[in-house]
């Protein structure tokens, strides 16, 4: 009889459920597209979730974090996730999805099959090990956010792995010959301290570790930055293929590690109180196949800063480019090249150069391997996504292809992530003509800073209004007016300092190795918790519009209904512990 085939029709489908997946779901099911989102986990995430437990890494440097969905993420993570547990961390990604109605999930279900007509893709199929049944999405737009490219080899879409050569760029990391090799994957574990001893004992295959081995690499289950990422093997093999041989050699290496930990003479002592409270058996990946796009972005555009008039992402890590031999080298297991922060991330290296129908987005952009040493981290990953998201809805409302954008519809694209509260650091985000004709008026510092489309500070400038709980700030309209939306964006504290120690220091989204003397975090004091916002009508009148009394986002979209509106009135009345107040946007359309 065969097994069952479930048919899904959608505007977008997007076949991964990592960060750049989930936030390319959630952006263009936002914008009113019905998405399907196919991933091949029981939750989502990929190497954020509970199975991996890779941290969030994103831009270097002060003021440079990645906002839009990801600090959506994020401070939902510090409401309601203070003690860091992975478990919460997965429901709230998994909530993220769930609570949009224009998303149909798909877990645990792996692509497998591409059909096409006239050079695009019409459906994907996908098998579900927990139903045994078939998905099948038919749908006008693709994202391939899976990492690994899946549908590459399915849809004939050129892609290229490995190291390009150094001539071919003119990189000067590159090796002088192109080369198959990568970056490799690890399998991550966790520990934590307790008031007693702990005995460990390995397991009988598990690889006997030696403190030689252990060259350039200093275990520390004391230091809040430990998380084993050194523990690094398959960038000399096929990263998809061999996946599971590299996974069985990891674990005997990861428990070979801790049995060093807790048993070697040079670190049992230390380690005596503690214990191992999760070994992770899914490998984390870094690098396996690159799609190419009409433009393949590398070293070079990073080092100049990567100004693209197409700009709709950015990066800002290191070009953190980890040695093939991972943990088998006796050489430095990364080379840390530095990179401005931020630099920008064009539009042409999302969508396909040969498959007109097809978006990516995460660690498998068009780029060099150099580039991707350094845009591979899921903060640049995750707005990656949400550009594509964005894009599939403007395909679809102007009836394009992904490459009509590039020539007709970036700036667009551009203004529509502003909006969203995703940073482009070479652009400045449009201010509506209502609140940039309109008299502004109120206490404190900065009150033009509202307006001006800076929604965060820049090195040594100050973008945000500051005052005191209270003080009320006023738009007063040149002539009556009907308002539908009102737009605040509050601080989050974008640098973390507001946060318990180490966990301010540390630029991370969640703990690792847990110390007796742990901290529960808490959210960043400087957001606004509590405010009222008044409309003033024609009649004279005051109406209240908006009322807060727990907010815990950065970026607030409010839809409203007021005609004959004069003004309007912004009274901040409680933050989450600041006695200063600061907002970087107020503004009304």
């Not at 839009?68 to 919460?88: A, C, F």
């Not at 350039?216 to 004391?222: E, F, M, S």
């Not at 630029?507 to 918790?529: A, D, E, G």
């Not at 200063?580 to 946007?585: D, K, M, T």
């Amino acid at each position: 009889m065969g097994f069952q085939i479930i048919n899904h029709t959608a505007n977008l489908c997007v076949v991964g459920g990592g960060l750049s997946g989930l936030c390319a779901a959630v952006a263009a099911a936002r914008h009113g597209l019905k998405v399907a989102l196919m991933h091949d986990r029981p939750m989502l995430g990929g190497n954020a979730s509970s199975e991996i437990r890779m941290w969030v890494c994103g831009a270097q440097g002060r003021d440079n974090r990645e906002t839009g969905l990801l600090e959506e993420i994020m401070m939902e993570n510090q409401y309601r996730n203070p003690d860091k547990n992975y478990y919460i961390w997965d429901g709230i990604l998994y909530g993220l999805a769930k609570r949009e109605e224009n998303i149909t999930l798909i877990l645990n279900c792996s692509c497998l099959d591409a059909s096409m007509k006239e050079g695009a893709i019409e459906a994907v199929t996908g098998w579900q090990t927990t139903t045994q049944r078939y998905h099948r999405v038919r749908a006008a737009l693709f994202a391939d956010c899976s990492g690994d490219s899946i549908l590459a080899p399915l849809t004939g879409a050129s892609f290229r792995a490995g190291r390009e050569a150094r001539g071919e760029f003119d990189e000067s990391i590159q090796p002088e010959q192109a080369d198959a090799c990568t970056m490799g994957m690890s399998c991550m574990f966790q520990a934590e301290e307790t008031g007693e001893p702990q005995e460990f004992i390995p397991p009988d295959w598990a690889e006997h570790i030696t403190e030689e081995q252990l060259v350039h690499r200093k275990a520390d289950l004391n230091s809040p930055m430990e998380n084993f990422w050194y523990l690094e093997l398959g960038g000399m093999r096929d990263t998809i293929s061999d996946t599971e041989e590299i996974r069985d050699e990891l674990l005997s290496l990861a428990y070979g590690i801790w049995d060093y930990l807790k048993n070697s003479p040079q670190e049992r002592e230390k380690n005596r109180n503690w214990r191992l409270s999760w070994m992770g058996e899914l490998p984390g990946k870094r690098e396996s196949r690159r799609y190419e796009g009409p433009y393949i972005m590398n070293q070079n555009d990073v080092r100049s800063g990567g100004s693209f008039i197409d700009e709709v992402a950015y990066g800002g890590w290191s070009m953190d480019d980890h040695h093939p031999a991972g943990f088998r080298t006796d050489e430095e297991p990364t080379i840390y090249h530095t990179v401005p922060s931020p630099y920008g991330i064009p539009y042409r290296c999302l969508y396909s150069r040969d498959v007109p129908n097809l978006f990516f987005a995460g660690r498998n952009i068009s780029v060099s391997h150099a580039a991707l040493s350094s845009c591979r981290v899921m903060g640049t990953c995750a707005m990656l996504g949400q550009a594509v998201g964005t894009a599939a809805y403007i395909a679809v409302a102007r009836h394009c292809l992904p490459k009509d954008i590039s020539a007709r519809y970036v700036a667009y694209l551009q203004r529509l992530l502003m909006d969203d509260d995703c940073y482009l650091p070479h652009f400045r985000r449009p201010i509506s003509t209502l609140c940039e004709n309109a008299a502004l008026e109120g206490e404190g510092l900065g009150l033009e800073c509202l307006r001006d489309g800076m929604d965060r500070d820049r090195a040594e400038e100050t973008h945000a209004w500051s005052g005191e709980i209270g003080n009320r700030i006023t738009y007063t309209f040149e002539t009556p007016c009907h308002i539908s939306r009102i737009r605040l964006v509050f601080d989050s504290d974008l640098n973390r300092r507001t946060l318990p120690c180490p966990e301010n220091s540390m630029n991370r989204n969640m703990f690792h190795n847990r110390r007796l003397c742990y901290v529960p975090s808490h959210m960043p004091t400087t957001m606004l918790k509590r405010y009222r916002i008044t409309a003033c009508c024609l009649d004279g009148g005051r109406r209240t519009v908006v009322e807060e009394e727990k907010n815990y986002l950065r970026l607030r979209k409010y839809a409203v209904d007021v005609s004959g509106c004069t003004g309007l009135v912004l009274e901040p009345l409680e933050t989450w512990g600041s006695e200063v107040v600061r907002i970087f946007a107020f503004e009304a359309e």
